[in-house]
């Protein structure tokens, strides 16, 4: 298992190293033999009106899934410790998902109950891009069913998973709706082809989210 460590605004002593290696590997001493990879984050803000300044980040890459975890404080160590017992408990529930998966994976209508979709999803709101990426991230992006980006999304600590739809072959994305619930963006298709300019809407209930098709640009509303 590789372990890499690294620090934004903070130096990595030993004793840090020693201490973040020590408390990872206890975390996920019984999931060893599926990991490929462990990165750890550990950063201070600068920006002293954050009271939770000291932030430790974990992310596992195990066969075919990725597991992350982020916990801030005042104190790094008690970061590390929070962090480090969080993804404990996601490792405990993936494997007990793992041991339960049933051999026919969900279809995409029984996940995501099946609504109307919206055709006037902006409104008044134009769609906008930051004016600089702040962080680039790159994974692979095996096929998997909406059934099994919704068990990922619950693994990343995120709220949305981008993924690519073995069923349909397009990317879509997942996400937690505000209200409870879990939403399925997709691409929406004209006679047989892409609609630059059309929106596509799915969730379990009433939200915010909406998607434009306009080129590779996105605007998501919570």
């Known amino acids: 298992m590789k372990l890499v ?87 405990r529930k993936y494997k007990e ?39 680039t991230k790159y994974f692979a992006m095996p096929p998997m069913t909406v059934h099994e980006a919704l068990e990922q999304l619950e693994l990343i600590d995120h709220d949305f998973y981008m993924f690519l739809n073995a069923e349909t072959n397009d990317i879509n994305v997942v996400y937690e709706r505000n209200h409870g619930g879990y939403g399925l963006l997709q691409p929406r298709f004209v006679n047989g082809h892409r609609n630059g300019n059309g929106s596509s809407h799915h969730e379990t209930g009433s939200g915010k989210h909406h998607s434009t098709g306009a080129g590779n640009s996105a605007n998501h509303t919570r």
Not at 41 to 70: C, D, F, H, K
Not at 97 to 110: D, F, G, I
């Open 5 to 91: 460590i690294q620090g934004k605004n903070i130096e990595i002593t030993e004793a840090i190293h020693e201490y973040v290696t020590q408390k990872i590997e206890k975390a996920v001493n019984h999931f060893q033999h599926l990991m490929t990879e462990v990165d750890i984050s550990l950063s201070v803000a600068r920006n002293p009106r954050i009271t939770s300044s000291q932030t430790a980040e974990v992310t596992l890459y195990l066969n075919g899934a990725v597991v992350r975890a982020e916990e801030s404080s005042e104190n790094l160590y008690a970061s590390i410790d929070m962090v480090a017992d969080k993804i404990a408990r996601k490792l």
């Open 97 to 135: 998902k793992r041991q339960s998966k049933q051999q026919n994976p969900l279809k995409t209508a029984a996940a995501l109950s099946d609504h109307p979709v919206v055709t006037d999803l902006v409104g008044d709101l134009a769609p906008k891009l930051p004016e600089q990426v702040l962080r």
